[in-house]
């Protein structure tokens, strides 16, 4: 990164400098409140790489840091506006005024259960999770999902009992707990999500008679030849084989 | 939306895809693939690893005098935590006992639970952050298993030791490949709900280095989908599974019989350390990338420190292949935010194309990751300088993506790759339309602490599996072969390790390894400032450390668990100089 080269132009899109080379933007800052204390951060900053510029080192509320985990669950408001804005703090941008606060964990009781006593309907859906019929239908978790997931519907799917379309619908659930969080019924909309997949993948799936086949072959030890054969070849054979294999 | 500056370079993608389209409609491969001599020379050139400061010398430890790659040279000579001698009390009087300790929050992990309570022992997971932050959580592509009749578990052997140059360790590979079709079984019966067929076989697609197409997915979520069904599996058990967070082990434990006994956790929160007295000790910890190897961004979770190389070998567990990094090929450069992102292999398993600036192809989409990503690295060097240039002084070149609908049909890309739409998207790029810019980001620990095929190690009690074991994928790892690795051995650690804790008998448990490690590191002149494990990157700007480290000690508040160096350039996200 050349940090010496001086840039007229605000505008980084036509930076460009007469080697043909794209010239190093200055960032512009913006003031945040991170939890409750303001803080001069880059305008291209995510949420996270925000507070970390700040000086705080998280513990609670960073994971994969690239939108799959759901550990960074964050709430904000924006001046002016009266609502309360979510988002995952790794793949969010700050913006000027915003007022954020990480939340560093969702306190819920996971349903225990043995997935191999259970059926595919809205009976289980009942016996694990009856807080779901308290849904009032009134969208807070869908307007609360940073993935913009339909999370009220999968939810009425799951009153309904359409565990395919209440896999279908979470598919992308990450898991944050905001809506959780935000339904007024109380809903732990997140791990009613990862129920309904479960029973999706174990009841619900076509079966492939390749796999069976596979298995039992190799449970007759039917490779057992080929194996032994490639472990005795040394380097040089091993490699002739390889290069000279076909490719589908 | 791409800036101005790039619309010359995407005009030419675009100009080129036709006849680019044409050629992966055709029978034969898009571009020719290398030879050996080919790979050879352009890894030993361009791959990360080649550089003449990627490795340095060993003094002390089990490895001494071996090259290993220096930031973990740096690790691994380096200070513990603990004062051993402050510890005494509490080792004669455990805070914790359990019969296995399972240490890690990730695949292998949950399956070491899982299959421990099955054979009758009550397992304690001990993790840094939650459980399920690991690098598990993130895969995306799919996981390689020889499931189709045109395919076999012995091909899959072949393919997987070629990509690692041959150096794999034989029985390791065939536990990989043997176990992978039973693999897909039993996850689909915990609930994983594979990509079909209508037919409902399993959909295939191929993935860098396979001969057949072989790898199983979860449309892009593979990651998510696994570990979010093996979490809940566990947090069905809370009788048996105990699961302490934010408690990450720093030391193991031996006994004075030299047999590995638990380890010292440290709490996040108190900064308390507390002992586990165990009788069989799991290692889980995954791998490395945020240590930045060579200042590269990574595709790594924020834990992934390398904690469980630098425990190991502080009791003197072997260590194998620790000399080879990988550097995933696709890493996203732009926009600045997501670099490093992961943009999945399935991409190019699907059709997708690398191009340099001038739309033209310049190497097989599908070769073993370290040929494709030298390839690139090659492309924007100063040989070829066919490089794409952004203004945060990144280089890289497109990965055409538009292909794939035209390949499969239209809707293909948003059902089958919906987390890199979206990723994409947050930025107003449609990556249905138009290309996405990559460069090479680390990735994976090739190598690790070296097991047998029953994940032991040559230390009694002490089992590996996942991406913190080495010798199965030798130096150089396939894709869709971690996300099997961490299935198989995670299975086979709970077996293994829960059998070994029902005949164990320990003796007294003893940091004396750790003070013998800080004698031989002041026997060879060794001066570090380093505190290993580190933990956590440090993502703080210099001038706010420098503020920290007026400290007495020299050790922030809080942050003792923290590189605390100072002019430490860590995590970045640039190569350096």
């Not at chain 1, 990450?174 to 791990?191: D, F, N, T, W, Y």
């Not at chain 2, 192809?361 to 070829?384: K, T």
């Not at chain 2, 508040?557 to 002019?567: E, P, Q, T």
């Amino acid at each position: 990164m050349s940090g010496d080269q001086q840039n007229e132009t605000d505008d980084k899109n036509k930076a460009v400098s007469n080697t043909g080379k794209p010239e190093q933007p200055q960032a512009r800052m913006v003031t945040v409140s991170i939890m409750g204390k303001p803080a001069l951060v880059p305008d291209d900053s995510t949420i996270m790489r925000a507070i970390e510029y700040s000086g705080q080192q998280i513990i609670r509320g960073a994971g994969c840091r690239e939108g799959f985990c759901g550990a960074c669950g964050t709430i904000y408001r924006l001046p002016g506006d009266y609502r309360i804005h979510t988002g995952l703090a790794c793949t969010t941008l700050v913006q000027e005024g915003m007022a954020l606060s990480q939340i560093p964990s969702v306190p819920l009781e996971k349903a225990v259960y043995d997935l191999e006593t259970l059926t595919p309907d809205v009976d289980t859906i009942k016996e694990l999770y009856p807080v779901v019929f308290r849904c009032v239908a009134c969208g807070t978790c869908t307007k609360a999902c940073p993935q913009g997931l339909q999370v009220m519907d999968y939810i009425q799917s799951a009153m309904r009992g359409d565990i395919a379309e209440l896999m279908e619908l979470s598919y992308e659930c990450v898991g944050c707990g905001l809506c959780a969080l935000r339904c007024p019924s109380e809903i732990i909309q997140h791990k009613v999500a990862i129920l309904g997949k479960r029973l999706y993948g174990r009841y619900l799936r076509k079966e492939s008679k390749e796999l069976d086949t596979r298995i039992q072959q190799i449970k007759n030890r039917e490779y057992d030849g080929e194996y032994a054969e490639l472990m005795s070849l040394d380097r040089e054979a091993l490699s002739e084989r390889y290069y000279a294999r076909d490719t589908e | 939306m791409y800036p101005d500056y790039l619309k010359d370079s995407l005009e030419k993608v675009n100009q080129t895809r036709s006849k680019r389209l044409e050629l992966a409609k055709s029978d034969k491969p898009v571009y020719a693939p290398m030879n050996a001599a080919e790979r050879e020379d352009v890894l030993s050139r361009y791959h990360p690893d080649s550089a003449s400061a990627a490795r340095s010398r060993i003094r002390i430890g089990p490895n001494k005098g071996e090259q290993l790659t220096t930031e973990i040279t740096d690790l691994l000579e380096a200070h513990s935590m603990l004062d051993p001698k402050r510890m005494e009390a509490s080792l004669a009087n455990p805070d914790y006992e359990t019969d296995m300790l399972i240490i890690g929050g990730g695949g292998a992990d949950c399956w070491a639970a899982i299959t421990a309570i099955k054979n009758g022992i009550k397992p304690m997971i001990a993790t840094k952050l939650r459980l399920g932050d690991a690098n598990s959580m993130m895969s995306e592509g799919g996981m390689q298993a020889a499931v189709a009749p045109q395919d076999s578990p012995t091909r899959h052997y072949l393919d997987a030791i070629g990509g690692g140059h041959f150096d794999n360790k034989p029985e390791l590979v065939r536990a990989l490949t043997e176990d992978g079709p039973e693999v897909v079984r039993e996850l689909e019966n915990l609930g994983v709900m594979w990509d079909k067929m209508e037919d409902g076989s399993l959909q295939i697609l191929h993935g860098g280095g396979t001969s057949r197409k072989r790898m199983v997915s979860c449309r892009d979520y593979i990651g998510a989908i696994i570990m979010r069904t093996l979490m809940d599996e566990v947090e069905n058990h809370p009788d048996e599974i105990s699961i302490r967070e934010f408690e990450p082990a720093i030391e193991l434990l031996l006994d004075d019989k030299g047999q590995c006994a638990g380890a010292v956790l440290y709490n996040l929160d108190t900064e308390q350390f507390m002992v586990v007295r165990a009788k069989s000790t799991v290692i889980t910890t995954g791998g490395f990338g945020r240590l930045h190897i060579r200042g590269f961004a990574t595709t790594n979770h924020y834990g992934a420190t390398g904690d469980g190389l630098v425990m190991a070998y502080r009791v003197g567990a072997n260590l194998k292949f620790m000399d080879s990094v990988q550097y995933h090929p696709t890493g996203a450069i732009y926009p600045e935010q997501i670099a490093g992102f992961l943009i999945t292999e399935k991409i190019r398993g699907a059709g997708g194309q690398p191009l340099n600036k001038d739309g033209e192809l310049f190497v097989f989409p599908r070769e073993p990751r370290d040929v494709e990503s030298a390839a690139i690295i090659r492309e924007c060097s100063s040989e070829r300088n066919m490089g794409v240039d952004t203004a945060s002084g990144r280089s890289g070149v497109w990965l055409d993506s538009p292909l794939i609908d035209m390949i499969h049909g239209e809707g293909y890309t948003r059902h089958q790759f919906p987390g890199m739409c979206r990723a994409f998207d947050n930025y107003d790029i449609d990556i249905v339309k138009q290309p996405m810019l990559i460069y090479p980001s680390l990735h994976y620990q090739n190598g690790g602490i070296e097991i047998n095929e029953r994940c032991e190690t040559n230390i009694p009690g002490l089992f590996i599996a996942g991406e913190a074991s080495g010798g199965v994928h030798g130096r150089n790892r396939l894709m869709g072969n971690s996300v099997l690795d961490y299935n198989v051995f995670g299975r086979r650690v709970g077996k293994q390790a829960s059998e070994y804790a029902k005949s164990v008998e320990l003796g007294k448990l003893s940091l004396a390894h750790v003070t013998a490690y800080a004698g031989e590191m002041m026997e060879q002149g060794i001066d570090s400032d380093l505190i290993s494990p580190v933990i956590l990157p440090s993502y703080t700007p210099e001038d706010v450390r420098l503020h920290q480290l007026a400290r007495l000690g020299n050790i922030p508040a809080r942050h003792s668990i923290l590189r605390s160096r100072i002019g430490c350039s860590c995590g970045n996200g640039k190569e350096g100089k």
